[in-house]
């Protein structure tokens, strides 16, 4: 089971489950997936992060220092930097996708660091992809949900815990619906008053209503 400390007290989900992290720009969506992933690597737990917009450098750093003891293993799935002509420089943990677009690319890097984590003995795993709407960005619909259909069933074989980020407010119900199926549940993620955030959980364990981040 995985545990959910950080943001759900005493809420465990199944391994192979699937999330989605909902909710507008700015709301604090990408903190709580880092978080969650960092609440499982300081007990041992593997983290994969697949990183749409930022480079996976960047990303490692701010990993990295959620991390009460730095030696859970990560992986980066870095598909920014290639695209932008950014040096890709070889770090530790980064593997380069060549864009977004490179959704073949991104589903071996993830195998690979299944892979490797289940080698050296690692057998929970916490996987964030930030994020969908970028996908959306440059492929259709359809292409995206037959990607992730095969990367939420890999999450679910892996028996790892997997979340998904992506600004609602981006797209149309319709797109919104389709791309729900494919999830377990979801967390929804507003602004409150005093620019603050809140969520609730939809799907998993007892729904509840919405409580501060």
Known sequence: MYTLDNVFSELEVDPGTNLLISGS?????????????AD?????????????????????????????TPSSPVGIVDCVS??????????DS????????????????????????????????????????????????QTVFRFLHVFTGRVQSAEALGLFIIDSTAHDNQTMSTLRQLFDGEIEVREADGNESELRMKGVGKTAGWQPL
């Open 25 to 37: 720009p700015m709301t604090g969506k990408r903190s709580l997936a880092l978080d969650t992933l």
């Open 94 to 141: 980064v593997e380069f996708a060549s864009s977004p677009v490179d959704m073949t690319g991104i589903g071996i890097k993830l195998s690979a660091f299944l892979q490797r984590f289940y080698d050296s003995g690692v057998r929970a795993n916490r996987i964030a992809f930030d994020s969908l709407s970028t996908l959306l960005m440059y492929s259709n619909l």
């Open 82 to 91: 290639k695209q932008q002509g950014m040096s890709a420089r070889r770090v």
């Open 40 to 68: 499982g690597g300081n007990d041992g737990d593997g983290a994969i992060i697949v990183t749409t917009k930022d480079s996976g450098e960047h990303v490692l750093k701010e990993y990295e220092s959620r991390l009460e």
